[in-house]
């Protein structure tokens, strides 16, 4: 039985995961924040970490407690933070509490369970990013979330050279624009179908993906 380890999994796009995959077969375990995601997720069957990303020292120590292999680790947690930051009004803590959230919480998460995916039959770390972390397609727009999560697809390809001798495959991947709290009731997509193409994405990346930015329907996305 494959094992899957998934940061903020109480709700939306991470709880979305920790069904589909304990639907099929997988041991899933979901770190969350607070008791109602610990009851959600323990309704699935999944195990659960209460875990708070934004600290990444005790995240690491919280982490040290798992002790089995990882097949998959997908670095879910992130926040959008304040809407409506524009040039001329940045909240700069604001900012940078998504940044320890969504670059830091992921690098140390990473970093405390590498042994675990490294001693795994998959090897797989998948860090979700965004279209908007896109330094190519950028527009402007959520600037303060959009820089986490260019950051965060740098962490990504660093990660990946760096664990090239580990046989550890890490991509960064997109969800699109989906219908949970962050991406508001007028997205197209529904989480049930972005997780099921998020899914069929890690279940055929190879070694040569690593390092690699794709789209939850399998397109590549430009830096």
Same mark, same amino acid.
């Given at each position: 039985?494959?094992?899957?380890?998934? %940061?903020?999994?109480?709700?939306?796009?991470?709880?979305?995961?920790a &069904?589909?995959?304990?639907?099929?077969?997988?041991?899933?375990?979901?770190?969350?924040?607070?008791?109602?995601?610990?009851?959600?997720? !323990?309704?699935?069957?999944?195990?659960?970490?209460?875990?708070?990303?934004?600290?990444?020292?005790? +995240?690491k120590?919280?982490?040290?407690?798992?002790?089995?292999?990882?097949?998959?680790?997908?670095c879910?947690?992130?926040?959008?933070? !304040?809407?409506?930051?524009?040039?001329?009004?940045?909240?700069y803590?604001?900012?940078?509490?998504?940044?320890?959230?969504?670059?830091?919480?992921?690098?140390?998460?990473?970093?405390?369970?590498?042994?675990?995916?490294?001693?795994?039959?998959?090897?797989?770390?998948?860090l979700?990013?965004?279209? +908007?972390?896109?330094?190519?397609?950028?527009?402007?727009? %959520?600037?303060?979330?959009?820089?986490?999560?260019?950051?965060?697809?740098?962490l990504?390809?660093?990660?990946?050279? +760096?664990? !090239?001798?580990k /046989?550890?495959?890490?991509?960064?991947?997109?969800?699109?624009?989906?219908?949970? /709290?962050?991406?508001?009731?007028?997205?197209?997509?529904?989480?049930?179908?972005?997780?099921?193409?998020? &899914?069929?994405?890690l279940?055929?990346?190879?070694?040569?993906?690593?390092?690699?930015?794709?789209?939850?329907?399998?397109?590549?996305?430009?830096?």
């Amino acid at each position: 039985m494959p094992t899957i380890l998934i %940061t903020g999994a109480g709700r939306g796009l991470g709880l979305e995961l920790a &069904r589909q995959y304990a639907a099929d077969g997988w041991r899933v375990i979901g770190s969350v924040r607070d008791a109602a995601g610990k009851a959600r997720l !323990k309704k699935l069957g999944a195990e659960t970490l209460e875990l708070d990303v934004s600290d990444p020292p005790k +995240l690491k120590k919280s982490l040290s407690s798992v002790k089995d292999p990882i097949d998959l680790l997908f670095c879910n947690a992130g926040i959008i933070g !304040k809407r409506g930051s524009a040039l001329g009004s940045f909240d700069y803590a604001d900012w940078e509490s998504v940044l320890r959230v969504n670059l830091l919480g992921a690098a140390a998460t990473v970093e405390a369970l590498l042994g675990n995916v490294a001693s795994s039959e998959r090897r797989t770390i998948a860090l979700m990013s965004s279209r +908007l972390g896109s330094i190519a397609e950028a527009g402007g727009m %959520t600037v303060p979330y959009s820089t986490s999560k260019a950051a965060l697809n740098m962490l990504s390809k660093s990660m990946s050279e +760096l664990l !090239k001798g580990k /046989d550890i495959i890490v991509v960064a991947v997109s969800p699109g624009w989906v219908r949970t /709290d962050m991406g508001g009731a007028g997205a197209p997509l529904s989480p049930e179908d972005s997780v099921r193409g998020l &899914r069929k994405v890690l279940a055929g990346v190879r070694p040569q993906d690593s390092g690699r930015f794709f789209s939850h329907d399998g397109s590549a996305i430009p830096w």
